[in-house]
């Protein structure tokens, strides 16, 4: 897609969605529900708003804070007086307008640049715009629209930069699984890393983790989304949610540039959840498993807790599910089906031959010590680790330099 025609894009989004509904209202709950969480809307945003993230996938930090701030500034409507991300319409001021405006500006600078230079912009553009759709609610017009515009700015980017990136069809379910396979290079197979985000970021936010992190180790990493969300929107968050991981898994024969004796899988928050199953599930196809912030077993289990959480994520988790009307306790009471402890995994005698390293970050409400630690237990090489950091950037620093160390030396076996 050349530049006019993406900045066409734009202008027509802007024209069929201007009256779009605003995310933070689109997933409906029964009255005695609403009085419940209404308990949890004590905050500023709608959204949680993840700086080290962002940051560390390339948004510069001025750049969002810039953003925000037009946002907070705007007097426009909002669906809710005292959240500043839920300005109604696409136009100045919302949560949509203001990242895809972003983004866009980048897009406009790959134009006059070439190679490397311009896909790092392109690649940037492409966070933006998924950032414009986060959280990603199904039947957000807005989200479905920032996600086209993700995923074209990441082909894009695919054809200037000098790693080579191949879109990787994988057959499951009568249908197609598309994945981003990303290679240094091609002068042999490479050991491969199968990598997921959580419930509410897209694959093609993993730019940054492939060049910083996997690429200077000669990895390839092959990216897929969560069932339900992107590519894999098709697909409804089930129990065996790990189907989707384990079909690209198997399909990795087929894949000439990779080596598929040495694959690993690796996943931030719900992302890990599914890469610790698949580790149970595919014990002679994996190397190691490594899980950042994972939602292991408690706040799965714990319905009081997860009532307690932020709009933003019972809307995720009601979205993932394909919910039509939200009855709280009955969505709480039923995400005890995807801990991994009441699945038997993380009971009874039988470990994994598969090495686990499975990281969380001291405070964290969603992947506590005990979970972590649990994890690594039922591994027959495991560690479970608690980052101490100052700051939550500085914690990112530090688990992904753990995680890529972890994965070089299981590599080596």
Same mark, same amino acid.
């Given at each position: 897609m050349t530049q006019p025609e993406s900045e066409n894009l734009s202008?027509?989004?802007?024209?069929?969605?201007? /009256?779009?509904?605003?995310?933070?209202?689109?997933?409906?709950?029964? &009255?005695?529900?609403?009085?419940?969480? %209404?308990?949890?809307?004590?905050?500023?945003?709608?959204?949680?708003?993840?700086?080290?993230?962002?940051?560390?996938?390339?948004?510069?930090?001025?750049?969002?804070?810039?953003?925000?701030?037009?946002?907070?500034?705007?007097?426009?409507?909002r669906t809710k007086p005292e959240w500043l991300d839920t300005v109604t319409g696409y136009r100045a001021g919302n949560w949509a307008y203001?990242?895809?405006?972003?983004?866009? !500006?980048? /897009? @406009?600078?790959?134009?006059?640049? !070439?190679?490397?230079?311009?896909?790092?912009?392109?690649? @940037?553009?492409s966070l933006y715009f998924s950032i414009a759709g986060y959280p990603h609610i199904k039947g957000d017009n807005l989200a479905t629209q920032a996600q086209v515009l993700a995923s074209k700015a990441y082909d894009m980017a695919a054809k200037q930069t000098s790693h080579r990136i191949e879109k990787i069809l994988v057959p499951y379910d009568g249908r197609k699984i598309t994945c981003y396979l990303h290679l240094p290079n091609t002068e042999k197979p490479l050991p491969v890393v199968i990598v997921s985000g959580g419930m509410d970021s897209l694959q093609t936010d993993m730019w940054s983790l492939y060049r910083d992190y996997l690429a200077p180790n000669n990895m390839a990493m092959l990216t897929l989304d969560m069932p339900s969300i992107g590519?894999? %929107?098709?697909?409804?968050?089930?129990?065996?949610?790990?189907?989707?991981?384990?079909?690209?898994?198997?399909?990795? &024969?087929?894949? &000439?540039?990779?080596?598929?004796?040495?694959?690993?899988?690796?996943? *931030?928050? *719900?992302?890990?959840?599914?890469?610790?199953?698949?580790?149970f599930l595919e014990p002679n196809?994996?190397?190691?498993?490594?899980?950042?912030?994972?939602?292991?077993? /408690?706040?799965?289990?714990? %319905?009081? /807790?997860?009532?307690?959480?932020?709009?933003?994520?019972?809307?995720?988790?009601?979205?993932?599910?394909?919910?039509?009307?939200?009855?709280?306790?009955?969505?709480?009471g039923q995400m005890k089906a995807w801990s991994l402890k009441?699945?038997?995994?993380?009971?009874?005698?039988? @470990?994994?031959?598969?090495?686990?390293?499975?990281?969380?970050?001291?405070?964290?409400?969603?992947? &506590?010590?005990?979970?972590?630690?649990?994890?690594?237990?039922?591994?027959?090489?495991?560690?479970?680790?608690?980052?101490?950091?100052k700051t939550l950037h500085s914690g990112y620093e530090d688990a992904l330099n753990q995680m890529i160390e972890w994965i070089k030396e299981e590599m080596k076996h």
């Amino acid at each position: 897609m050349t530049q006019p025609e993406s900045e066409n894009l734009s202008v027509k989004l802007f024209k069929t969605n201007k /009256q779009a509904l605003e995310t933070s209202c689109l997933v409906p709950y029964l &009255p005695s529900s609403l009085e419940q969480i %209404s308990k949890n809307s004590e905050r500023n945003w709608y959204r949680e708003l993840r700086r080290p993230q962002w940051i560390w996938q390339g948004v510069y930090p001025i750049e969002l804070e810039g953003i925000l701030s037009k946002m907070a500034s705007s007097d426009k409507d909002r669906t809710k007086p005292e959240w500043l991300d839920t300005v109604t319409g696409y136009r100045a001021g919302n949560w949509a307008y203001e990242w895809i405006n972003a983004g866009m !500006e980048h /897009q @406009k600078c790959a134009s006059d640049l !070439e190679g490397n230079e311009a896909a790092e912009r392109l690649f @940037k553009a492409s966070l933006y715009f998924s950032i414009a759709g986060y959280p990603h609610i199904k039947g957000d017009n807005l989200a479905t629209q920032a996600q086209v515009l993700a995923s074209k700015a990441y082909d894009m980017a695919a054809k200037q930069t000098s790693h080579r990136i191949e879109k990787i069809l994988v057959p499951y379910d009568g249908r197609k699984i598309t994945c981003y396979l990303h290679l240094p290079n091609t002068e042999k197979p490479l050991p491969v890393v199968i990598v997921s985000g959580g419930m509410d970021s897209l694959q093609t936010d993993m730019w940054s983790l492939y060049r910083d992190y996997l690429a200077p180790n000669n990895m390839a990493m092959l990216t897929l989304d969560m069932p339900s969300i992107g590519h894999s %929107s098709y697909w409804p968050l089930t129990e065996d949610s790990s189907c989707l991981h384990q079909a690209v898994l198997n399909y990795l &024969p087929h894949i &000439p540039w990779v080596d598929r004796f040495h694959a690993a899988v690796m996943g *931030f928050r *719900f992302g890990g959840n599914v890469a610790l199953r698949l580790s149970f599930l595919e014990p002679n196809k994996l190397k190691t498993c490594v899980a950042l912030g994972a939602p292991i077993h /408690q706040v799965l289990s714990n %319905s009081t /807790q997860l009532k307690k959480m932020p709009k933003m994520y019972l809307d995720i988790l009601a979205s993932r599910l394909a919910k039509q009307v939200v009855d709280v306790n009955s969505l709480t009471g039923q995400m005890k089906a995807w801990s991994l402890k009441f699945q038997g995994f993380l009971s009874g005698g039988r @470990k994994t031959s598969v090495s686990i390293l499975a990281i969380g970050l001291a405070g964290d409400p969603v992947s &506590p010590k005990s979970d972590n630690k649990l994890a690594a237990m039922f591994s027959k090489y495991g560690k479970g680790v608690e980052l101490k950091n100052k700051t939550l950037h500085s914690g990112y620093e530090d688990a992904l330099n753990q995680m890529i160390e972890w994965i070089k030396e299981e590599m080596k076996h």
